[in-house]
């Protein structure tokens, strides 16, 4: 029973006031299964993603913390391809931080500004690790790839989906060229 009214009180306030670039909602009327979208901050590369994530809520919850994983494929050290999070208010102590007074929205805000500072010090992803650490321009690059192959909205189009989608016609530099040449004078053909 107090699960269930905690889980509505945070569920009216993430509705009525949510965190900036968060949204949640039950899934499929479930109060224990929960999805949230979360938006790439602006700045980093995942700026104008929207990722989706699957938050469980366990029977002992709030003395145990949400199970948390992100659906939307993501390149980040800290999230693997599974879209498991290693950060620590999802883990109880001594390994963790959780406690029962933190709640869906502020581990929403600490995933969100995991995906803005990243820690490298603590990797799932040993390989984005490195190099997030020794070659930040190849890891700012494969991020917003992966964030504009997999998060971008599709109304928006991504790159890829503008090129998949034109018609190889003449371009429009070659159209210009073509209008901007003198044309010679049609010569009429005047026959024997």
Known sequence: MQRTSRLNREMQLLNTEPPPGVTCW???NKMDDLRAQVVGGSGSPYEGGIFNLEIVIPERYPFE????RFLTPIYHPNIDTAGRICLDILKLPPKGAWRPALNISTVLTSIQLL????NPDDPLMADISSEFK???AMFTSNAR????????????GTKADLKENVIPTESTSQKRKSEELPREPTKSFKGP
């Open 134 to 136: 020794y070659n930040r």
């Open 115 to 118: 995906m803005n500072e990243p």
């Open 145 to 156: 790839k992966w964030t504009e192959q997999h998060a971008m909205p599709r109304t928006q």
């Open 65 to 68: 913390p949400p199970k948390i």
């Open 26 to 28: 039950q899934h499929e």
